[in-house]
T-cell receptor, first 114, second 113 residues
Framework: DAGITQSPRHKVTETGTPVTLRCHQTENHRYMYWYRQDPGHGLRLIHYSYGVKDTDKGEVSDGYSVSRSKTEDFLLTLESATSSQTSVYFC?????????????FGQGTRLTVV | DAKTTQPPSMDCAEGRAANLPCNHSTISGNEYVYWYRQIHSQGPQYIIHGLKNNETNEMASLIITEDRKSSTLILPHATLRDTAVYYCIACEISSGSARQLTFGSGTQLTVLP
């Protein structure tokens, strides 16, 4: 699992409340990613980071912000959760090897906004 | 990144080889073919990737046609635990960033006892 831990694994929150999801890695990888997965849409990239304090938007970044103050932690924040953000969220890291780059994913966080 | 086309679903008998096809007719010369799978409710798992040569690892084999317009992932002896959605992705990945990975609908492989 490349030392990736997501927390919490499950969360139910009310519309309009802020929510922060945490992704923690233990192997000092440079690149980290947040995806969401919804039925009929596959995995979609929300934000990614290419180093401490270096982040950029992905395909579906509206309503989300991220922060990376330490190499090992990549936080995803929903400033004011909406029902459309009910989803399964996956964190990932990528590792460059001799034959290319591989991505490794966490176990996911199931978020329900009621 | 090149678009890939996969059948939505396939069945395979336990113990037999599972051959999952993928079409990527618009692939460019520097795009790799990646395969991932996702077992229900878990995060995607890397399987294998290749550029133009056939590749084999402990999980699977990847056969890429000479013109690189299609490929086949082979699970040599499928088990019930191989039941998952398999994603074929064609993308140019360099410098360690994987933000180009785009997961489509994939193929739901069901291994039958």
């Amino acid at each position: 699992d490349a030392g990736i831990t997501q927390s919490p694994r499950h969360k139910v929150t009310e519309t309009g409340t802020p929510v922060t999801l945490r992704c923690h890695q233990t192997e000092n990888h440079r690149y980290m990613y947040w995806y969401r997965q919804d039925p009929g849409h596959g995995l979609r990239l929300i934000h990614y980071s290419y180093g401490v304090k270096d982040t950029d938007k992905g395909e579906v970044s509206d309503g989300y912000s991220v922060s990376r103050s330490k190499t090992e932690d990549f936080l995803l924040t929903l400033e004011s959760a909406t029902s459309s953000q009910t989803s399964v969220y996956f964190c990932a890291i990528s590792v460059k090897g001799a034959g290319g780059t591989e991505a490794f994913f966490g176990q996911g966080t199931r978020l329900t906004v009621v | 990144d090149a678009k890939t086309t996969q059948p939505p679903s396939m069945d395979c008998a336990e113990g037999r080889a599972a051959n999952l096809p993928c079409n990527h007719s618009t692939i460019s010369g520097n795009e790799y073919v990646y395969w991932y799978r996702q077992i229900h409710s878990q995060g995607p798992q890397y399987i294998i990737h290749g550029l133009k040569n056939n590749e084999t690892n402990e999980m699977a084999s990847l056969i890429i046609t000479e013109d690189r317009k299609s490929s086949t992932l082979i699970l040599p002896h499928a088990t019930l635990r191989d039941t998952a959605v398999y994603y074929c992705i064609a993308c140019e990945i360099s410098s360690g960033s994987a933000r180009q990975l785009t997961f489509g609908s994939g193929t739901q492989l069901t291994v039958l006892p």
